[in-house]
């Protein structure tokens, strides 16, 4: 018996496949980006009543009423508009199943869509499971610009949508309003849409701001913004996500959501209700909380002496692996098998960089420091073995 054709055109997620490996060796894991501390007590407190109250059956299949009010209330906020429940927004099982039902949606076989590269690894697996045909635009290092001309050219060789992940992962990118005007005029010219993740929304590192591609002038028809609650109030495994765009689309990818998943687990949906209902202080503490992490980290790879980027949003950053790759005992190596070396030897899980490049890149990994201070405080030690040249004279290539 033969499997469809479309599995054999990608790779299991190396993000998850990381996070296994480093559980086999006990290693950090500083791979696949969630926290190691507790969501917001409020939280906590909240879904404990609810374990025993309930809601424990199927809720709307498209979201909870008051689950989908609120996020319309928080969105009218950052878009500038009206928002209504009803019709304009749809709750999913995480970011990923918003962004797959989003694509569903709107693609047919045959469709081309536009991504940037670097890229988070679900959405070019999300164009071909859609029966798109993704087409690729650099985001150049080590300001991770664009060239305006080659997304024109995406859209006159009929792309019907472009992603934009902002803040953007892996890089930590935060695009300008200059940048998401200039896309957006394209968008309007050509008649396509903008499918935005914007999960880093808070995470968003000063001067740098963030702004909704939808909130700006005639963009809101042509925008599906793509949103999960999962890192705002560090509830990654509740797995509950969210669209919002215009009336035609999310009706449409109600069907979809509907065959696909049903619907959102009800009791986590129920007590998500208490978090969008936080003051704009919690939200301040938030980005100071990240912010301090941030600089806390890159401080401790500068002292190490390890090469990085400077992420304007997320809570990941890009080590260039270069100087030990040219080291004979490495020569040869991907970035995948250090990064597994790594896991092996030093106890430090990290993503290869080139999982998220259509480009050929092999000298980039991945970490993010969403941790405690004393996780950062280990995982700097660990990492600081790759400068210890006697060390490395023992471990290296090993």
């Known amino acids: ?41 409020e939280l906590m407190n909240v879904l404990a009543d609810i374990a025993h109250n309930g809601p424990h059956q199927y809720s709307i299949t498209f979201g909870a009423q008051n689950l989908r009010e609120a996020l319309a209330k928080k969105h009218e906020k950052n878009i500038h508009r009206p928002i209504d429940a009803e019709k ?69 060789q009929g792309a019907k949508a472009i992603i934009v992940c902002n803040p953007s992962n892996p890089c930590g990118k ?73 009336e035609k689309v999310v009706e ?11 619907g959102a687990p009800s009791p986590l949906q129920e007590a998500a209700v208490t978090a969008l209902n936080f003051p704009d202080s919690y939200y301040e503490d938030l980005k100071a909380l990240y912010t301090e992490k941030r600089k806390y980290f890159l401080d401790g790879l500068d002292k190490i002496g ?29 970035d995948l098998e250090f990064c597994e070396w790594m896991v092996r030897n030093i106890g430090l899980a990290a993503v290869p960089g080139s999982s998220f490049f259509k480009e050929e890149v092999n000298h980039l990994i991945r970490l993010h420091f969403a941790r405690s201070k004393e996780t950062l405080d280990e995982a700097l030690s660990r990492i600081s073995k790759l400068k210890d040249k006697a060390w490395m004279a023992e471990h290296a290539g090993k």
């Open 88 to 156: 304009e927004v749809l709750v999913t099982c995480g970011s990923t199943e918003a962004m797959m039902c989003t694509m569903m949606t709107i693609c047919d076989p045959g469709d081309k869509v536009m991504v940037f590269s670097p890229f988070y690894e679900n959405y070019g697996t999300d164009a071909i499971l859609s029966g798109a045909d993704p087409i690729y635009i650099p985001l150049v290092p080590p300001s991770y610009d664009f060239d305006i001309n080659l997304i024109e050219d995406g859209f006159k």
């Open 174 to 246: 935060v695009f300008t309003y200059e940048e998401l005007e200039a896309i957006g005029k394209l968008a309007v010219k050509y008649d396509a849409f903008v499918v935005t993740d914007e999960v880093y929304e808070y995470l968003v590192y000063d001067p740098h701001k963030h702004i909704c591609m939808a909130s700006l002038p005639g963009m809101y028809e042509h925008t599906i913004t793509c949103n999960s609650l999962s890192k705002s109030y560090s509830i990654t495994g509740w797995r509950l996500g969210y669209l919002i765009g215009p």
């Open 306 to 334: 390890l090469v990085h980027n400077v992420p304007q949003g997320t809570y990941f950053v890009m080590i260039d692996i270069t100087e030990f790759l040219d080291m004979p005992a490495f020569s040869g190596w991907s």
């Open 1 to 41: 018996m033969r499997l469809s054709k479309r599995v054999g055109t990608f790779t299991d997620s190396v993000i998850r496949r990381m996070t296994r490996i480093s559980n086999e060796y006990n290693a950090i894991n500083l791979s696949q980006g969630f926290p190691d501390f507790d969501p917001p007590k």
């Open 252 to 262: 449409a990818a109600k069907k979809v959501h509907d065959f696909l998943t049903v």
